[in-house]
């Protein structure tokens, strides 16, 4: 299956974790079957429009942040990312980010 399947799909089992929800919980709500929500959480099963919102209605979340993982990156790829965006910002972001920075790391 597709990366974004598999990423999808680790989104959602973080989610239903958060929730203490079981995968059988999970997929009353949503109208399913514990065996799919097991196979959805692997990335091994695709999912439609219409489970996508039933899903994040069980989760209690809307629909975008079922997609939202970028923050599940490897590490190194986060450090990146953040430099990049470091390199891009204005001198008031940059400011504005250091405070930010040394509010969060001391």
């Known amino acids: 299956m597709s990366t ?3 990423k999808l799909g680790k989104r959602i089992r973080t989610l239903r974790k958060a929730k203490n929800m079981t ?4 997929a009353t709500v949503a ?5 799919y ?3 959805l959480e692997r990335g091994e099963a ?3 429009i219409a489970l996508v919102g039933k899903l994040a209605e069980g989760l209690g979340v809307s629909a975008r942040e079922l997609f939202d993982n970028e923050h599940e990156a490897d590490s190194q790829d986060l450090r990146t990312e953040i430099s990049r965006m470091l390199n891009e910002a204005d001198d008031d972001k940059v400011k504005i980010l250091y405070r930010v920075t040394k509010a969060i790391l001391g």
Do not use: F, M, P, Y
Request: charged share 35%; glycine share 6%.
């Open 46 to 48: 695709n999912v439609t």
């Open 37 to 39: 929500i097991s196979e």
């Open 4 to 6: 974004e399947l598999k």
């Open 23 to 26: 995968q059988e919980q999970l």
């Open 31 to 35: 109208d399913s079957g514990a065996k």
